[in-house]
Structure formats: C-alpha cells, structure tokens
Nanobody, 124 residues
C-alpha cells in the first residue's frame, strides 16, 4: 500500500509565503510524475502544479504561475510546493498526488495515489 502524506499547511496573511511538502511511503514515486491539486470551500478540486519524474516538465495553473514553484525532493520520492505572495483566493485544502506515468498532468484521472490533504488558509 502506498501512502502519500502532505505537510506544511497553516494560516498565513496575504503576501506571505508557505512551503508544502509531500512524502511517499515507497520509492514507487521516484519513477512517476507528481502533482498538487486544491479544493476551496464549496468548489471542486482543481489542478495547481505538476512535475515529471526527474524534476523537469513542470506545469502550473494560470492562477499560480509565477508565484508557486514545484520541486522534486528526497531522491525524487518526494515533492514540495513553494508558495509565495499568497492571496485569500489560495485558501483551500491542498492535495499531493502520484501520477500513473512519468509525467504529471492537469487531469485528476492521470493520478493513482492521493494524500489526505493539508489546509492552507490565507487571511486578508
């Protein structure tokens, strides 16, 4: 069983930074793309960012481009999301996911394993 665990969420003010981390219980993820999704209150889960198995091929949602940076860590078995200049509209539960293949994509069906999520709240 593969376990995916997010950490690093919290309450911050607008303009602050926060770094989320994701760890995977097995090295399965080292050969797979990974991604971040988020779900705001009353809304569906949406794509945030994704990265390929070697740390390249990073893609971002338009809403976070230039503010968020996704990276592979821990010998490619983990991942982080550096979030700068956070805004109230970034408030959501953030989920880490392991892709079915070597690249991360924008669709949720491209991911096989999911974490339970970590809450990020940005006050104005």
């Amino acid at each position: 069983q593969v376990q995916v665990t997010e950490s690093g969420g919290g309450l911050v003010q607008a303009g602050d930074s926060l770094k989320l981390s994701c760890t995977v219980s097995r090295r399965t993820a080292s050969n797979n793309g990974m991604g971040w999704f988020r779900q705001a209150p009353g809304k569906g889960r949406e794509f945030v960012a994704a990265v390929g198995w070697r740390g390249g091929n990073a893609i971002y949602a338009d809403s976070v481009e230039g503010r968020f940076t996704i990276s592979r860590e821990n010998a490619q078995s983990g991942m982080s999301l550096q979030m700068n200049n956070l805004q109230p509209e970034d408030t959501a539960v953030y989920y880490c996911a392991v892709a079915r293949g070597p690249l991360g994509g924008r669709g949720q069906d491209q991911y096989r394993y999911w974490g339970q999520g970590t809450q990020v709240t940005v006050s104005s």
